[in-house]
């Protein structure tokens, strides 16, 4: 038996872990779950799966679901010592990180440093502070294992192999809803336009970030940690019908994939089992049924989300950070209403030419950048 925390129970990954539990409950066990607002459906969660430990936001909201739970034998926490304490609680074996946005930084970082392993969702993380992250993953001995799609794609297709061998990794890209629009054409987008992915179910920001290609552009820089690898070796490929997540390329040429259907239960089942596959009751590829893979270039003269996460990745320490903050807090303004769909990428690049970098940052760094960038973005709001 499985005991695992999952910091942001509540999200899309969250329930989808909660949905694998579900189906394997005598070999997962949940001690301790997190959430920011959605005190109701952690109220539920709580009551179905029986955790030791529930973190939310902060003390009202604690204290709001301490009221809710009081004939539950639960211990309500609070704040990031409540997300740092369920992280690194002595019984438990994996933290599943599914926070969206830095938040995630500080509870990974004690889970690694208490020997915990990481099933990884918070892009965050590794964006901004990959450079921590790695070193402290490998000094403590623990398992880092990806939960996106495509870096659990590149994880499962290069195996054992040495990491000498790998030519380059190619990343896919479904292109998302607005694949094949020219600029001119994005200029009147609407957020339901935007929210319309074409093959994914995700949560609201992310299905921004993949009809950008911003998603995209922090998964590149997300596998630069991951796999150790440098930026020219790193490609983006567009392939709208999402049934290979990624691949592997060899220097004898030789190119491994995984496929499977766009389904997200896949890579964070993998993670939670790795390195044993479970039986997955979902949809399978059916090779008769597909009538053609395709692949073409990403457009990263319309979609600048792209180009400016390489120019991050090429400038390094604290880059990085401006370019997620920067999006985090323009998709936000764009989901709002506030600013149009393009303006997205004006805010980005206008943060990152703004912004000096800092070679090293540590953590205080890092949040200190988030919210210089917060400032500058929220002082110069396009339309």
């Not at 409950?25 to 779950?33: E, K, Q, T």
């Not at 003390?59 to 010592?81: C, F, H, N, Q, Y």
């Not at 220097?251 to 790795?274: E, R």
């Not at 912004?355 to 540590?362: D, Q, V």
């Amino acid at each position: 038996m499985k005991k695992i925390t999952i910091l942001g129970s509540t999200g899309s990954i969250g329930t989808q872990t909660l949905d694998i539990v579900r189906n394997n409950p005598n070999s997962l066990s949940v001690i301790a779950i997190s959430a920011g607002n959605n005190i109701e459906l952690l109220e539920k969660q709580i009551r179905e799966f029986k955790p030791k430990y529930a973190a939310v936001r902060n003390e009202e909201a604690a204290r709001i679901l301490k009221t809710k739970t009081a004939d539950l034998p639960v211990k309500i926490l609070s704040g990031m010592d409540g997300l740092i304490e369920i992280s690194t609680l002595p019984e438990i074996e994996m933290a599943v990180t599914a926070l969206v946005g830095m938040i995630g930084i500080r509870p990974t970082i004690a889970a690694i440093k208490a020997g915990k392993d990481i099933a990884l969702a918070n892009k965050e993380t590794l964006v901004t502070a990959g450079h921590i992250i790695m070193p402290l993953v490998k000094a403590h001995n623990v398992r880092l294992l990806p939960v996106d799609s495509e870096h659990s794609a590149i994880f499962q297709s290069k195996g054992a192999e040495n990491p000498e061998s790998i030519a380059k990794i190619l990343l896919t890209a479904s292109g998302g809803p607005f694949r094949g629009k020219l600029t001119d054409e994005l200029i009147k987008i609407t957020k339901e336009d935007a929210l319309r992915h074409p093959n994914w179910s995700m949560g609201r920001k992310i299905t921004i970030d993949s009809a950008t290609l911003v998603n995209k552009g922090l998964e590149v820089i997300e596998a630069k940690w991951l796999f150790e690898l440098s930026a020219d070796k790193i490609t983006v490929v567009i392939h709208p019908q999402s049934i290979i997540h990624s691949m592997v390329e060899y220097i004898d040429g030789s190119i491994i994939a995984q496929l499977g259907t766009p389904d997200m239960k896949l890579p964070i089942q993998y993670a939670l089992f790795y390195p044993h596959r479970m039986p997955l009751n979902e949809k399978r590829v059916d090779f008769c049924e597909l009538s053609s893979l395709t692949f073409e270039p990403p457009d990263t003269a319309t979609f600048k989300g792209l180009p400016l996460a390489y120019e991050a990745l090429a400038k390094g320490g604290s880059m990085p950070t401006v370019y997620n903050a920067a999006n985090e807090k323009a998709v936000s303004l764009f989901l709002q209403d506030k600013i149009s769909f393009l303006a997205i990428y004006d805010l980005i690049e206008g943060a990152m030419n703004n912004h000096k970098p800092i070679g090293a940052p540590t953590v205080e760094h890092i949040l200190e950048t988030e919210m210089e960038t917060y400032e500058y973005i929220t002082k110069n709001i396009t339309h």
